[in-house]
Structures are given as C-alpha cells and as structure tokens.
C-alpha cells in the first residue's frame, strides 16, 4: 500500500490511520466508565431498591404494571387481540430485527431503500416510547 | 535479570501481544456515541459482581426469599448498597443496550459484512431482557409475584409453543416452589453463560472486522 492511500477511510486502511487505543482512546473510555460508576453509585445511595411487601397469592395489588421495559408491548396487548400481539412481539418481530442486515443489498438496490427503513426504525421507536408512557400513565 | 515477564514472553509472545493491542488503532470517526457498548459491558461487569454478592445470602425458596432479602438488607454490610446497584444497573443495563443498538442501526454498522455481529448483538439484547424478568421474581415481593403472574400468562399464549414455555417457567400449575428455583437458575446459571460466550463471540467479531466506516 503506498502512503498516499493513508488517508482513505477504506476499512482496508484502518490498520493505519486514526488514534492508538492506549493511551489517547483508553483515556477516554476509562473517564466515561469512572463517570457510570460514580452515577450508579449515586443512585444506588440516593434511592435504594424498595422491597415493597411480601408476595400474596390472594391479594391482587391495584395498577400491576410489569417493568418499564414491557411496557409498550403491554399496552399493544390492551388494543389488539391478545393473540395477534403476541404472533407480532414474539414470532414476527424478533426474526426480523435479528435478520434485516442479510436483506441490506436488496434493501438499498432500491435508492430510497435505506432512507425508508431507518425512518421506519425512527418513528417505530417513538411510538414505542409514546405507547409505553400511555401505559405508564394507564391508559386503558 | 529474568523477570515473570520474560518467563510468560518466552512461552506467550505476551510482549507483542500486549504492543499490538496497545497500539490497535481507533478510527478517527469514533466519537462519544460509540461509548454505549462498552458502558453496556461495564453493566454486566457490575451486575456480575454484585450479583454473586447476593447470591452468597438469597435464598430461592417461597417460605425463604423475602426474608433473606430483608436480612441481606438489614444486617449484612453494604447490603442495602449490594442490591441497590444490582437493581439500578439492571435498569441502566437495558437503556445502554438499547442505545447502543440505535447508534449502531443509525451508522449502518449492521450491514454487510457485519450481519453476524448484528445477529448475536440482537440475542444479546433479548437476553439483557430474560435477565430482567426472571430477575423480577426474585424478592418474591407483591409486584414479583404479579408481574410474573401476567409475564408468564402472556407466554402461555404465544400460539402452539406456549402451553409448554408456560409450563417450563412455572413447573407446576402456579408460582411456587418450582417455578422460583427454575427463575434462580435461569437468572445465575443458564443466561450467565450463554451471555458470556456471546459476548466473547460480538467482541472477537469487533476485533476481527473492525469499527464499522461511517455512512
């Protein structure tokens, strides 16, 4: 490879350019790691992890709400019929997050292809935060 | 004099291992948004830690598991600290796992050749996730009994499968017993290795493929 070609972001040529991992991209790395410890740290000693009161079988609590993180696929489940919900989160969806990559040169043979599917990805995202916050909020 | 050094160097080549991994170059293009990943890693770093603290004292038996939460919490040193950043570096866990999924779709970092890595980070999220919930049942608390009770009654209607993944979470007709020491165990033995192996398969396929150009 002639020098010349040095600054081509080539990935054939990132053996050559950029920063050295130690200690200008370690620097770095490490700081933001320092700054993660420090905040769980202080979460974790502002606001303790709650016990709540033991698990009783014939008491239901009012407003059972799972984790943050199902949220949306809990408030999907309120609009559509429970079975359609579950056939699109647990058997349509996951195969198609984990396989899209295999399907990018067909995607992008059409021009818009990439524009298309990453603005599908943008609005699908705030509609899971918008779905999630009306479940946090209990919508019916 | 011969050092330790020289001792692993001769047999190890560790000399220039170490100088390649050390001089290793990071592309220009990486800035902060590139941090997730590895933020996500720190995560799972703590959550082992802390996680096999706790496991010193829990107890995964219906008569025993919120007791011996509340005397790790009450008695034990830095228990309350303990559970705590288990807890929140959960939560912070999955925000980072999924940030660091947007940065990675947004850049373009999935497309080929680096569908595998993609792949395998995919899992790696739906394990994050397996992690949460099967964590969730743990302190045998009101709302880990009820959220389990509708997080396993949705599985059991996943159409064909579901009678028997409802069946392999529980093991038994209702929360109990079984379906406590099979939550312990997916949560500190099955998702623990296969979250290592995956781990060490999406960083080695990092290493080997290098950061992704921008688009």
């Known amino acids: 490879m002639s020098p010349n070609d040095s600054c081509e972001t080539d990935s054939h040529d990132e053996e050559h350019s950029g920063v050295p991992f130690f200690p200008d991209h370690f620097v770095k790395e490490a700081s933001v790691m320092a700054l993660v410890v420090a905040g769980v740290l202080f979460l974790a000693t502002l606001i303790p992890a709650p016990m709540g009161s033991p698990a009783d079988a014939l008491k239901t609590p009012a407003g059972i709400k799972p984790e943050w993180y199902f949220l949306s696929v809990y408030q999907i489940l309120k609009y559509v019929p429970k079975t359609v919900g579950i056939i699109i989160t647990f058997l349509i969806f996951p195969p198609i997050l984990m396989l899209f990559p295999f399907f990018y040169k067909r995607i992008t043979a059409w021009h818009y292809g990439r524009l298309v599917l990453h603005t599908i990805v943008a609005l699908g995202v705030f509609f899971a935060i918008f779905l999630a916050s009306l479940a946090y909020l209990g919508f019916e | 004099m011969r050092t330790p050094i020289d001792f692993l160097d001769e047999r190890f080549d560790v000399r220039r291992a170490t100088r390649e991994f050390i001089n290793h170059p990071v592309p220009d293009h990486v800035n902060w948004l590139y941090c997730f990943g590895g ?177």
């Open chain 2, 39 to 215: 933020i996500t890693f720190l995560c799972f770093l703590i959550q082992a830690v802390t996680g096999i603290l706790l496991a010193f004292y829990y107890q995964p038996t219906m008569d025993a598991a919120y007791t011996s939460i509340l005397h790790i919490m009450d008695d034990i040193p830095f228990g309350v600290l303990i559970r705590s950043l288990h807890a929140w570096t959960a939560n912070i866990m999955i925000i980072m796992v999924v940030f660091h999924m947007l940065r990675v779709f947004f850049h373009g970092a999935y497309r080929p050749p680096r569908e595998l890595n993609w792949l395998t980070g995919v899992i790696l999220f739906f394990i994050t996730i397996t992690f949460g919930f099967s964590g969730y049942l743990l302190p045998m608390n009101q709302l880990s009994y009820w959220a389990t009770k509708v997080g396993t009654e949705i599985s059991g209607a996943i159409p064909f499968a579901g009678q028997y993944v409802q069946a392999f979470l529980l093991g038994g007709e209702k929360i109990g017993d079984a379906t406590l020491t099979r939550f312990y165990t997916i949560h500190v033995v099955i998702l623990p290795v296969t979250i290592s192996a995956l781990l060490v398969a999406h960083f080695l396929m990092v290493r080997k493929q290098g950061i992704a150009d921008p688009l």
